[in-house]
């Protein structure tokens, strides 16, 4: 158990519904990191919250969106969803500082 | 430009050969740090190793180590007595401290282990 729990562990829906991703970072961990990772695209970095706040911006879409709350479990919605979206959903937490990340087990999305 | 480059997609060792998989980087930070992360078929992923930029010394981390050559811009990591076990991808990522947050991933290395 790294420390980073994701939920669910796999996810089917169909085109055009909506989902929602959780992560609950290692306890002391201020910053979580969302990441793509398909099979054509590698891990792509989408968004990263720190203490609630938004603090940098990568290659998420517009149908998706996140927040982090105070007890700074972090949610990932993604909305009007298309096969494309099929994917590996990773969260990660860190420490300040040049600490690594610690991944979740991630999230497998299925669009159908 | 990439900030990560692995350029071996795929990569085969015999059990108890060591083998080198290539990473280089890109940054004008003068402080940074470089992970090498593994996945197995599973798909989680398992930190390895860390090397920061100011570090003399290469790093090592039981049979893994980091051949870390700052003026080539390279952070090769070394597994040394390879297993079975070993066969997954494995993954170069470069923070940058100054610069922000994020981690910069590269495309990635699949060894395979041939007993």
């Known amino acids: 158990d790294s420390g980073v729990t994701q939920t669910p562990k796999h996810l089917i829906t169909a085109t055009g519904q909506r989902v929602t991703l959780r992560c609950s970072p290692r306890?002391?961990?201020?910053?979580v990191y969302w990441y793509q990772q398909s099979l054509d695209q590698g891990l792509q970095f989408l968004i990263q919250?720190?203490?609630?706040?938004?603090?940098a911006k990568g290659n998420i879409l517009e149908r998706f969106s996140a927040q982090q709350f105070p007890d700074l479990h972090s949610e990932l919605n993604l909305s009007s969803l298309e096969l494309g979206d099929s994917a590996l959903y990773f969260c990660?937490?860190?420490?300040?500082?040049?600490?690594?990340?610690?991944f979740g087990s991630g999230t497998r999305l299925t669009v159908v | 430009a990439q900030k990560i480059t692995q350029t071996q997609p795929g990569m085969f060792v015999q059990e108890k050969e060591a083998v080198t998989l290539d990473c280089t980087y890109d940054?004008?930070?003068?402080?940074?740090?470089l992970f090498w992360y593994k996945q197995p078929s599973s798909g989680e992923m398992i930190f390895l190793i860390y090397?920061?930029?100011?570090?003399?010394q290469n790093a090592t981390e039981g049979r893994y180590s980091l051949n870390f050559q700052k003026a080539r811009k390279s952070a090769n990591l070394v597994i040394s007595a390879s297993q079975l076990g070993d066969s997954a991808m494995y993954f170069c990522?470069?923070?940058?401290?100054?610069?922000?947050?994020?981690?910069?991933f590269g495309t990635g290395t699949s060894l395979t282990v041939i007993p």
């Open positions: 919250y720190y203490n609630g706040e938004e603090r």
């Open positions: 990522a470069m923070r940058e401290a100054y610069t922000g947050n994020q981690f910069y």
């Open positions: 990660a937490s860190s420490a300040t500082g040049n600490s690594g990340y610690t």
């Open positions: 306890s002391g961990d201020l910053s």
């Open positions: 090397q920061g930029s100011y570090d003399q």
């Open positions: 940054t004008s930070d003068p402080s940074y740090g």
